[in-house]
């Protein structure tokens, strides 16, 4: 297996172990999420890995995750991704409908 800075892994700019530790969690995560369909199943799995394997690195780096602890982030990110998602879709649509109020209102005129 390739595993230089120049494989496929970093060119997607993700670590396999990540990647591992974000599918386990989206795995886990089914024992949670009830009534879904197979697509469903499948869909949730993707979800919490791409988010593991995307959302990690930021994670470590905000919140001061030391790095030894990265592969439990991500299995934690990936076990929560379907939770977490529907709060990230509104604070995306909160701060879209700001910033499009900041363009819209005239100016001069405070709230």
């Known amino acids: ?10 060119l997607l700019g993700v670590r396999l172990s990540t990647l ?47 790095p030894t602890l990265q592969n439990g982030a991500a299995f934690v990110i990936g076990l929560c991704a379907m939770s977490i998602i529907p709060a990230v879709q509104k604070g995306v649509t909160v701060w879209a409908g700001k910033i499009d109020e900041m363009r819209t209102k005239p100016k001069g005129e405070s709230k």
């Open 20 to 66: 591992v530790a974000g599918f386990a969690g989206g795995i886990v995560s089914l024992a949670f999420l009830q009534g879904l369909s197979r697509p469903q199943a499948v869909g949730a799995v993707i979800v919490g890995t791409l988010s593991a394997a995307y959302l990690t690195p930021f994670a470590v780096d905000k919140l001061g995750i030391a």
């Open 1 to 10: 297996m390739n595993t230089d800075s120049t494989g496929l892994f970093a």
